[in-house]
């Protein structure tokens, strides 16, 4: 197929690779040029522009920031895709921008769905992301055959609606936020009644948040957040949507925010989200 793909951060770039890998051609777009340089090292096509890369594109990926990214990119301009292309967003946005964008593409006949991953670069590398699928049951069907690309295909779950695909990456997205809230609490509490880190880290795989201390332990052990697989910014963006959604209180959800917050305010928001559990 031809395939534009819209945005080379962290994951775009990974994602890109196993359409190159699987002999689509794919032209790609970022707004700083440093990444396209390197995906097109790879075997895509580089676009000056948004509107260059989805010319005659059967189908359109978008790995973007958030909706606000999604809106300046695709809704705003807006964006020339082609009648009856399939508009695959994998940007993590709030149910009602999924909606907005939704109706935006019947307004324009581009079949839309919202497939957001869930999962970091390392399974993103491996094609064993759980992926999400939300849209019109054909729309889905097609997009499932792209997406499919770097799912593990029991991880795969599908929804009537991209606004039920969104909701569900928050909820994923609020488990991981919560569950290294706890992992860091845990380190903090045992710091003070005298545990080293790895004596604490000892234990958690006997307690419930066994797989966060297994992924994120060995990170917070070495202080080396640098290997960002998550950004702090992302989660933290991710938390500002769950909170605007939510109809009742998200109190947890809220203190991660605002550790989140903290860590951006010092610089740090484009370290590996398990920064919150930092030495202070």
Known sequence: MDIALLGLG?????????????????TAWN??????????RRGARIAASAAEAVEGAEAVITVLFGPDAVRET???????????????????????????????????????????VVGSLAPARAGSLAVLIGGEHDAARDARTIVALWADPDKIRTFDSPAKAATG???????????????????????SGGLATDEVLSLLPL????????????????????????????????????????DTPLPAAALVAAELQRAIDAGQGDKDFSVIARDR
């Open 74 to 116: 695709v809704i705003e301009p807006p964006l020339p895709i082609r009648s009856g292309a399939l508009w695959i967003d994998v940007t993590t946005v709030a149910p009602t921008d999924a909606d907005d964008f939704a109706s935006w593409a019947r307004s324009k006949e581009v079949r839309y769905v919202h497939s957001p």
């Open 169 to 191: 990456k928050l909820v994923a997205n609020l488990a991981l936020a919560i569950s290294m809230e706890a992992l860091s609490e845990s380190l903090r509490l045992g710091r």
């Open 31 to 40: 707004r700083s040029p440093g990444p396209a340089e390197t995906v097109g």
């Open 10 to 26: 962290r994951m775009g770039r990974e994602l890109v690779t196993h359409l190159i890998d699987a002999g689509h051609r794919v």
């Open 207 to 246: 307690t419930t948040i066994a797989p966060i201390a297994g992924m994120k332990g060995p990170v917070v052990a070495s202080g080396d957040f640098d290997d960002t697989q998550f950004s702090a910014a992302l989660l933290a963006k991710d938390l500002r949507l769950m909170l605007a959604t939510a």
